[in-house]
């Protein structure tokens, strides 16, 4: 989250934040309750690149490492997850292709990138945090399995809405020139601090209450009861 903002140099304000990941999964996990573990992944994946994707646009030169940081953990993400599904049969796969296609999802992810190449050439807090932005990426996720929606859409709104927490105004209706700040940021970072910790609980009482892992901690202890 960047809400480091009076007092510091303007290149701080581009902070790739844990703030923005954390707080966006547990709203998105919070609200749409995963009821399976394949889902639970996907959508805690999505709710992830939902989260940080708008940070893509960060120009400043160290804020633009932050940017590239933002592009590597979407990557390796989504790597990881192909990876683990492959050697520990989470059903990943299955769960996806029973909703949509392998073209499908060709063309959704490579529309989805072509987007993002965009948005990263655009200034800082103009496209990529847009509701313009959202409806087109959103557009792609549909297309790339409409189950994953749900979860982009409350990470993303997140970002937008912790941002405008800050100086720094947010073209929300690019490309209206007109930006948004609400200012309340706190110059010692304490909103930030105290954002994260509620992201960070926010998360793991979203995982822990999901119909997914409450699901198989029923099953485990009926198991172990029959037993
Ligand atoms: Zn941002």
Known sequence: ?????????????????????????????LLVKPDTLPMLIVGGAAAAIGSVISD???????????????LGFCL??????????????????ESLRSVTTLWRMILGAGMFIVICAYGRSKPHRTFMHSVTALILLTANMEIFAPIMVA???????????????????????????????????????????????????????????????????????AMSGVK
């Not at 930030?192 to 901690?217: E, K, Q, R």
Request: hydrophobic content about 45%.
């Open 1 to 29: 989250m960047l809400v480091l903002c009076t007092n510091k140099s303007e290149g701080q304000e581009y902070m790739l934040g844990k703030t923005h990941l954390t707080t966006g999964v547990a709203v998105s996990l």
């Open 151 to 221: 979860y982009f859409i409350p990470a993303f709104w997140t970002h937008l809405i912790l941002d405008l927490l800050n100086r720094r105004r947010v073209r929300l209706f690019w490309p209206l020139k007109k930006g948004y700040s609400l200012r309340l940021c706190s110059s010692d970072g304490f909103i930030n601090h105290l954002l994260f910790s509620a992201g960070c609980v926010g998360c793991a009482v979203a995982v822990l209450t999901s119909p997914a892992i409450t699901g198989i901690i029923e099953t485990a202890t």
């Open 56 to 70: 893509i646009d960060s120009d400043y030169s160290d804020a633009r490492q932050k940017a590239d940081m933002v």
């Open 76 to 93: 390796s993400l989504v790597v990881s997850i192909i990876a683990a599904d492959a050697i520990w049969h989470f059903g990943i796969y």
